[in-house]
């Protein structure tokens, strides 16, 4: 079985990565997770998952020079791919060999969950959302934030790929109840998760580990376990996941 999840917002710095990885890791201990940073022009998942040394990433998959073997890393319970962030390996990769990992990666595990830009500004950009199973929204609670979603979502649609749910992230006080009325009328999917504003989960980020690691007790590692619990990861074949991926048209961005 597979399913593959991206992980968007339209906009940057709602917390896709560390959403990402906290998923990826409650994921973990029911399924085979493997993490992706599809975030190819702007990665930061190797800053998340300790992985900054790494010395071969997706970029040099993306530019033909090491096998996707050679870029994948176990960390935390779960696999992950890693992206560099020098301008050189993105100059260098051909973003459309992505649908080649995944469609490999695919074989060999159950969820695949894709870190994805934060814009769909380029083809590269777009590709998660327009090849994945499924999308998961990442958004603030306030309202540009949710107008921001929606266009994810209208994007997502069009292309067929379903909305998994949303998960509100650096949730303050005042909660969700303001926009709560809004994002069920005008969202697909439910509401995964409120993951509140956590000064655990920035240091986690300085400390190079996923929150769930670093912080595993507090509030906003639970919200993120109970998000994990209401995902049902459907039963997709491996092979037909492969074959949609090495065969998916990379279409204009909007
Ligand atoms: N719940 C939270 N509470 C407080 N800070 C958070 C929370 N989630 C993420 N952050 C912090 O916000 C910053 C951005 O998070 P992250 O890198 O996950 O966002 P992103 O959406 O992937 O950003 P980008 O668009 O740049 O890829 C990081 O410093 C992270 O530690
Ligand atoms: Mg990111």
Redesign the pocket.
């Known amino acids: 079985m597979v399913e593959v999840f991206a992980v968007a ?1 339209g906009k ?8 990402t990885v906290a998923l990826g890791m409650a994921l973990s201990e029911r399924y085979d997770v493997t993490v992706v940073d599809a ?1 190819t022009g ?1 990665a ?1 998942m190797l800053f ?1 998952a300790g992985l900054s040394d790494a010395e071969t990433t997706l970029h040099d998959v993306l530019a033909e020079s090491a096998s996707v073997e050679a870029a994948t890393y176990e960390r935390f319970g779960m696999t992950v791919v890693p992206c560099g962030t020098s301008l050189d390996g993105f100059r260098d990769a051909d973003p459309s060999r992505l649908r080649e990992v995944v469609a490999r990666l695919a074989a060999d595990t159950d969820v695949i969950l894709l ?1 994805s830009p ?1 814009a769909l500004d380029s083809r590269a950009a777009v590709l998660p959302v327009v090849m994945a199973d499924r999308t998961v929204i ?1 958004l603030q609670p306030t309202i540009p934030a949710i107008s921001d979603g929606l266009k994810v979502q209208e994007y997502a649609t069009s292309y067929d790929t379903d909305v998994a749910g949303l998960l509100f ?2 949730v303050r006080e005042d909660g969700i109840e303001r926009v709560a009325e809004k994002t069920e009328r005008y969202f697909e999917g439910p509401t995964l998760g409120a ?4 000064e655990r ?2 240091e ?2 300085r400390a190079g580990r996923p929150l769930l690691a670093h912080a595993p007790h507090c509030d ?1 590692a639970a919200a993120y376990r109970r998000a994990a619990d209401s995902l049902s990861v459907r039963d997709g074949q491996s092979g037909e996941v492969a074959d949609r991926f090495r065969s998916a048209v990379i279409p204009e961005p909007p």
């Open positions: 917002s940057g710095g709602t917390g896709k990565t560390t959403s975030d702007m930061n998340h870190d934060p990442v992230n650096k993951v509140p504003e956590s989960a920035r986690a980020r906003a």
